[in-house]
């Protein structure tokens, strides 16, 4: 994907922590799926010849640079994926300090008054790569994000993805998504949830079911 950026301030992003606003000028953009798809593609000189380069998350370049390039302008980061970066800090902090790193969340994870766990972590990562290029989404950003998602989607980005614990009478135990993610990616002898409710969609549209809590509206 490729686009034109005009050269002014991102006031939705502020940086950690002075909290000034991200200026990045663009003249093409190569926004770098993670994708599989990316594989034996053979694109990385076209992507490393852009002005700008997105890549989401902790998806590597080392190895992959035929495929995928060897730059990187701007990294967008889930909050979620805040904890792989750390893992290899030395890795995306201290040895890219030409790349900008985005990080965007609801505001619990991203609150600045010390109870704001991934802020807290970010700020920590600053103190052992004080040369990183570290912004936050502003919580304006994350209203209008939230907003978007609900205009396109007909959803609430909050309320679709609210966390519930596996099952119910097991409080504190991982919540639903994540035991379904896991299972479903297991090598072997993992339960197929999500393929599972595949199957009962497809009987629901030959069978008289209906499905509550969460329900689900056949299409």
Not at 27 to 41: E, K, Y
Not at 96 to 121: C, E, F, I, Q, S
């Amino acid at each position: 994907m490729f686009s034109r950026q005009p050269h002014k301030p991102h006031l939705g992003y502020v940086s950690i922590p002075k909290q000034e606003p991200l200026k990045l000028h663009c003249d093409v953009c190569s926004i770098v799926s993670s994708s599989g798809q990316m594989l034996s593609r053979a694109a990385g000189p076209d992507i490393d010849r852009s002005s700008c380069i997105w890549r989401m998350n902790n998806a590597p370049t080392r190895g992959f640079e035929p495929d995928v390039g060897r730059r990187t302008t701007l990294r967008v980061v889930s909050h979620t994926s805040v904890p792989l970066l750390l893992q290899k800090p030395q890795l995306f902090f201290g040895q890219a300090n030409d790349t900008v790193y985005v990080v965007w969340g609801p505001l619990r994870n991203m609150r600045t008054d010390g109870k704001g766990v991934v802020y807290n972590m970010l700020r920590q990562a600053l103190g052992n790569y004080p040369d990183a290029r570290i912004y936050v989404t502003t919580e304006d950003r994350m209203n209008y994000c939230d907003m978007v998602f609900k205009k396109e989607t007909g959803k609430d980005r909050t309320e679709h993805y609210r966390k519930v614990p596996y099952h119910y009478y097991e409080a504190g135990s991982r919540d639903e998504c994540a035991e379904y993610l896991l299972h479903e990616s297991a090598p072997y002898g993992g339960h197929r949830f999500i393929t599972e409710k595949t199957v009962f969609a497809k009987w629901a549209k030959k069978h008289s079911i209906k499905f509550y809590n969460p329900s689900w509206q056949l299409s």
